[in-house]
C-alpha cells in the first residue's frame, strides 16, 4: 500500500527491506523471523551505506527496527515519531536508541519517562537538539495544509450536498469498520431522517450490503446518502477524502492517530469507536478528557435493545440535532491544534542533520 500511494502523490522512491516480528509467535515462527530480521539489517547496512544519510526518521512498527539497528552501528543519528498517544512495543525499543522521540501529544512522555538518559522538552528548541542527549519533544500531528483552507459550502457543493441538514461523515478507512458499518445499516432510516450521510465503507466489499440498506429507503431519504469504498486524499480530485472532511459537521470513525491532527485541525466533533486490539482507546480517551469527543466501545453501539435506543445512535443525535453541542465541541477541538506540526518535525531531522558527527 505505501509503495502505491508514494508513487501517486510523490515522486520519492520506495525502497523496501526485509523484517518482521519477533513477539507472540511460536518459536519456529520466531527463529524464522529473527532470520528475516538479520537480513533486513544487512540490507539497511548497505541502504545507510550507498545513501549516506545525515539523518533518519522513523514512524514505528517492527519495519523500523532493521534501519534503526544499522543507523546506530554506523553512528548516523535518528529521530522516532510516535503518532499515537500511547507507543506500541517497537516504538518504546526504537526509543531507546533514538537521537529523539517526538510525540503528537505531551501525554506520551508518560511512557517514556523510564528511559534512562532520555529528557523531556517542554518547549521546542531545534538549536538544542544534539544526537548524543537524546530528547523527547511534542510536535503535534502532522496534516495536510490544505486542511487549514476548505471552505465547508465549496466541500459541500463538491458532493452535490445541502447546506440546510447537518452532515454526519462515517469512515473507518482503506479497509473499512465492518462493526461500524454495521451499525450504520442499521440506523439509516433514523439517522437520515435528520442529517446527511458521507460514508466511507472501505475495500471489503460492505458498500454492498450499504447500499442494499439505502435502497429500501423512501427516495428523499436515500438521496441523503452517499457511501463510496474509498476516497484519495484529493489531489486534482473534486469528490475527495479532503472534501469530505471540510463539508462534515461530526465524524463517526475509529480513532486512529490521524484523529490526533485532522480532527482538531478541522475542529470537528467525533464519535469514536476505538478499533478494540490496538493502540486506540489511548487516542480516544485524548480526545474525550479534552471535550472533543465521545468515546463508545465497539462492542456496545446498538445497544442490547433495538438500535436505535443504543448508545451510538443517541449521541449522533445529540450532536447533530443540537448546535449548542456541536459549537461547544468543536472549540473545544480547535485547542488541541498544533498546525506547526509538519515543520517542526522537518526542523527537528534538519538540526539532528546538521549536527551529525559533533562530540
Known amino acids: 500500500m505505501e509503495a502505491g ?18 513477539r507472540g509467535r511460536n518459536v519456529l515462527v520466531v527463529v524464522r523471523n529473527l532470520l528475516t530480521l538479520l537480513r533486513g539489517i544487512y540490507e539497511a547496512w548497505q541502504l545507510i551505506a550507498h545513501e549516506q544519510p545525515d539523518a533518519i526518521l522513523g514512524t514505528g512498527g517492527y519495519v523500523c527496527v532493521p534501519i534503526f539497528l544499522a543507523a546506530r ?10 503518532p499515537d498517544v500511547k507507543p506500541g512495543l517497537a516504538v518504546k525499543f526504537l526509543a531507546r536508541f533514538a537521537s529523539v522521540v517526538a510525540c503528537s501529544v505531551a501525554e506520551s512522555w508518560e511512557y517514556f519517562r523510564a528511559i534512562r538518559g532520555l529528557q523531556f522538552a517542554a518547549s521546542f528548541q531545534p538549536e538544542a537538539i544534539h544526537p548524543k542527549s537524546p530528547q523527547c519533544i511534542v510536535t503535534g500531528y502532522p496534516v495536510r495544509p490544505v486542511l487549514r483552507q476548505l471552505e465547508k459550502a465549496t466541500c459541500r457543493a463538491a458532493f452535490g450536498l445541502s447546506n440546510d441538514l447537518p452532515l454526519l461523515l462515517v469512515t473507518g478507512g482503506s479497509r473499512g469498520a465492518r462493526s461500524i458499518n454495521q451499525a450504520v445499516a442499521a440506523l439509516l432510516p433514523e439517522l437520515l431522517s435528520f442529517c446527511q450521510i458521507i460514508h466511507v465503507c472501505g475495500r471489503e466489499g460492505d458498500i454492498g450490503f450499504l447500499e442494499a440498506a439505502a435502497s429500501r429507503l423512501p427516495v428523499d431519504l436515500r438521496q441523503r446518502y452517499q457511501c463510496f469504498p474509498y476516497l484519495h486524499s484529493g489531489i486534482g480530485e473534486t469528490v475527495s477524502m479532503t472534501n469530505a472532511l471540510g463539508a462534515a459537521d461530526v465524524v463517526l470513525c475509529r480513532s486512529g492517530a490521524s484523529i ?26 485524548y480526545l474525550v478528557q479534552h471535550g472533543a469527543a465521545v468515546h463508545i466501545p465497539d462492542g456496545a453501539m446498538l445497544g442490547p435493545g433495538q438500535p436505535s435506543s443504543g448508545p451510538l445512535f443517541q449521541e449522533l443525535q445529540r450532536l447533530l ?19 506547526n506540526a509538519a515543520r517542526q518535525l522537518a526542523e527537528l531531522l534538519l538540526a539532528l542533520a546538521s549536527r551529525r558527527g559533533t562530540a
Do not use: C, K
Not at 73 to 80: C, L, Q
Not at 260 to 285: I, K, R, S, T, W
Not at 321 to 339: F, G, H, I, K, V
Open 321 to 339: 440535532r443540537e448546535p449548542n453541542q456541536r459549537t461547544s465541541m468543536a472549540r473545544s477541538s480547535r485547542d488541541l491544534a498544533q498546525p
Open 73 to 82: 552501528i554506523r553512528g548516523i543519528p535518528t529521530m522516532i515519531y510516535l
Open 5 to 22: 500511494l508514494i508513487s501517486q502523490e510523490s515522486g520519492l522512491r520506495f525502497l523496501p527491506i526485509r523484517s518482521a516480528a519477533l
Open 260 to 285: 490526533l491532527g485532522e480532527l482538531p485541525m478541522l475542529g470537528l466533533p467525533a464519535v469514536l469507536v476505538p478499533y478494540p486490539f490496538v493502540h486506540q482507546e489511548e487516542n480516544a480517551d
